[in-house]
């Protein structure tokens, strides 16, 4: 069965060593004149003390921080505060948003692929690039990051490192992403080049 191109960012799945997840996740301030910011996305630290979604064409010039997980905003829409997958671009009058990221250097994620071609068995323990697709969606809040079919390599500089199929993950019976031979199946990856392994700091 043909998988249907319906990206979600990056989802965690577990732990490299096996564990639970159950560390949480960690808590992070951005600027409520960001956004937006959908669950799954790929956030990058800045300067100013905030965060932005990562961007996968400035290559290593910032390690991801973490992958975004919600958060809880006053939000001028309706008036009251709100806990959201999504936070909509200034989302917030003013001052700065509560929002979570799930950052733990052996988290296991999985992501959909894109392109032509499907990710291979061939693939596993390269490193490779992400790619941004439309920059999320409002109904379903998930982000449209995806795994680059192209750049799959052996540069240490590369934000993810692919650690199998979900084909070799995915529950019995589940068939979305499964379909190894057709393009846009679904990989676990873990962090590869994220700020949490790195030394170099931001500002």
């Known amino acids: 069965m043909a998988n249907n191109n319906s990206p979600f960012g990056l989802r965690p799945i577990g732990r490299q060593d096996g564990g639970s997840p159950t560390a949480g996740q960690t808590t992070i301030f ?3 004149s960001a956004g937006p910011f959908f669950y799954g996305d790929p956030l990058v630290p800045l300067s100013t003390g905030s965060f932005a979604v990562y961007d996968p ?16 905003y006053l939000s001028t829409a309706i008036g009251r505060k709100v806990w959201s997958n999504y936070y909509p671009a200034n989302g917030q009058s003013s001052g700065s948003i509560t929002a979570y990221i799930i950052d733990d250097p052996d988290q296991l994620f999985v992501i959909q692929s894109d392109g032509t071609t499907a990710i291979a068995t061939t693939d596993i323990n390269a490193n490779a690039p992400l790619v941004a697709g439309s920059g999320g969606n409002t109904t379903t809040q998930l982000s449209s ?5 192209s750049g799959i390599t052996t540069t240490d500089t590369l934000p993810v490192r ?3 199929l979900w084909s070799q993950f995915s529950p019995p019976g589940q068939t979305s992403g499964t379909d190894d031979s057709s393009p846009f199946n679904w990989v676990v990856v873990a962090p590869n080049n994220w700020s949490r392994k790195q030394l170099t700091s931001v500002g």
């Open 30 to 32: 951005i600027l409520a």
């Open 162 to 164: 692919i650690m199998g």
């Open 57 to 72: 064409s400035g290559g290593a010039t910032v390690q991801i921080r973490g992958v975004f997980a919600g958060c809880e």
């Open 145 to 149: 990051f995806q795994l680059s079919h």
